[in-house]
C-alpha cells in the first residue's frame, strides 16, 4: 500500500509517499511544494494542485493521510492553510484516493503516546518507525511523514480490513 502524507501550507506543502506492507514501513520519496510569495494567491493554489496531480500520477498512491485543521490562533495564517487544504483536497477527490485526516496532537499521541510532545520526541519516532539515522531537512516534509505514518497506527487502517 501506497500511502501519501501532506502538511498542508501556502508557502510550503510537506509530501511523503510510504509504503506499508502490513508490517513493514519505508519512505519512497519525500519532498516539498514551494509557492513563491511574490505571486497571486490564485497562482500560487494553482501551482499546488498541478504539483500535487503530478505527484498523484507519479507515485498512484492508494490513500492520503494529511494534517487535518484545527484551531489556529492568527487568522491570516489559517485562510490561505485551508485554500491549500481545499485545492489538495479536489486533487484526491479527482483520483479518488480515500482520504485520512489527523490534527497534530493526534499525529503526537499515535506517534509518541503523549499528545504534547515535542517535535524532537516526534522526529525520534519517525527515525524509528523507518529505520533511519537522518530526516528531510524541511520540517512540513518530516510532518508529512509523520502524519503518514500515524495512518499505518491508527484504527482507519483497521476499519479498512475490516470491511
Do not use: W
Not at 502524507?5 to 509504503?19: E, F, K, R, S, T
Not at 483536497?89 to 504534547?116: C, D, H, M, W
Amino acid at each position: 500500500m501506497k500511502i501519501l502524507g501532506i502538511d498542508p501550507g501556502m508557502a510550503i506543502v510537506g509530501y511523503c509517499i510510504l509504503d506499508y506492507n502490513g508490517m513493514n514501513l519505508s519512505l519512497l520519496h519525500s519532498g516539498s511544494i514551494q509557492t513563491p510569495k511574490d505571486k497571486s494567491e490564485g497562482e500560487r493554489l494553482n501551482e499546488i494542485y498541478q504539483d500535487l496531480r503530478t505527484i498523484i500520477s507519479t507515485y498512484k498512491p492508494d490513500i492520503c493521510a494529511i494534517e487535518k485543521l484545527f484551531f489556529f490562533r492568527n487568522y491570516t495564517t489559517v485562510m490561505p492553510v485551508a485554500h491549500a487544504r481545499g485545492v489538495i483536497l479536489l486533487a484526491l477527490n479527482e483520483f479518488s484516493i480515500p482520504v485520512y485526516e489527523y490534527t497534530p496532537i493526534e499525529v503526537k499521541q499515535i506517534l509518541t503516546g503523549y499528545g504534547r510532545a515535542t517535535k524532537k520526541e516526534v522526529e525520534q519516532m519517525v527515525k524509528v518507525a523507518l529505520g533511519i539515522d537522518s530526516l528531510p531537512k524541511l520540517d512540513d516534509t518530516v510532518d508529512a511523514i509523520a502524519i503518514a505514518i500515524s495512518y499505518t497506527r491508527s484504527n482507519a487502517l483497521l476499519d479498512k480490513y475490516k470491511n
